[in-house]
T-cell receptor
Framework: QQQVKQSPQSLIVQKGGISIINCAYE??????FPWYQQFPGKGPALLIA?????SEKKEGRFTISFNKSAKQFSLHIMDSQPGDSATYFC?????????????FGTGTRLLVSP | SQTIHQWPATLVQPVGSPLSLECTVE??????LYWYRQAAGRGLQLLFY??????ISSEVPQNLSASRPQDRQFILSSKKLLLSDSGFYLC???????????FGAGSRLTVL
């Protein structure tokens, strides 16, 4: 019940295309859903996060879509660029329980071809 | 501003040798500190976290230990490394406000 399932494991998208990464969770108590972006040899960095009281959050070319009833959330990268090539992790937790309870997906390696 | 430093960035050690990875945070007081291990295809696994000096919580039984000798210093150690300890180790913190988990650049450990 603590797992977050992420798919696909890897993704190749042409420059200018839309990259979509999906995550599913089981614990209905989760109320914080961040996405992290990790470039090779670097630590992950927070990209965008959403709370379940909204169905969508957009920051520039990055959008999180949230479906509470399906217990799914996804990251959309519009107009994907080669500089977006990285590994993306979704995560989930109950915010008030502390970040030690943050559960990560297994990651998606995105390659945007020029 | 708040920053996090990890070293060494890369380390190659023989089986049975000791390990010490260090992490320091600047620009905040009394941060919560975390050690994660990242293995290919397995995401991020929390190893230890600390809410204060000398306070260490272990999430998984293993060959590693952690210590927090100072408020903004977190150390990951082992007395005798195993081949299975190879991986990418990440230190992270939450600072004042505690609303964002920030990672360091990581330490790549290879045990031969």
């Amino acid at each position: 019940q603590q797992q977050v399932k992420q798919s696909p494991q890897s993704l190749i998208v042409q420059k200018g295309g839309i990259s979509i990464i999906n995550c599913a969770y089981e614990n209905t108590a989760f109320d914080y859903f961040p996405w992290y972006q990790q470039f090779p040899g670097k630590g992950p960095a927070l990209l965008i996060a959403i709370r379940p009281d909204v169905s969508e959050k957009k920051e520039g070319r990055f959008t999180i879509s949230f479906n509470k009833s399906a217990k799914q959330f996804s990251l959309h990268i519009m107009d994907s660029q080669p500089g977006d090539s990285a590994t993306y992790f979704c995560a989930a937790s109950r915010k008030n329980t502390g970040f030690q309870k943050l559960v990560f997906g297994t990651g998606t390696r995105l390659l945007v071809s020029p | 501003s708040q920053t996090i430093h990890q070293w060494p960035a890369t380390l190659v050690q023989p089986v049975g040798s000791p390990l010490s990875l260090e992490c320091t945070v600047e620009g905040t007081s009394n941060p919560n500190l975390y050690w994660y291990r990242q293995a290919a295809g397995r995401g991020l696994q929390l190893l230890f976290y600390s809410v204060g000096i000398g306070q260490i919580s272990s999430e998984v039984p293993q060959n590693l230990s952690a210590s927090r000798p100072q408020d903004r210093q977190f150390i990951l150690s082992s007395k005798k490394l195993l081949l299975s300890d190879s991986g990418f180790y990440l230190c992270a913190y939450t600072g004042s406000g505690a609303n964002v988990l920030t990672f360091g650049a990581g330490s790549r450990l290879t045990v031969l």
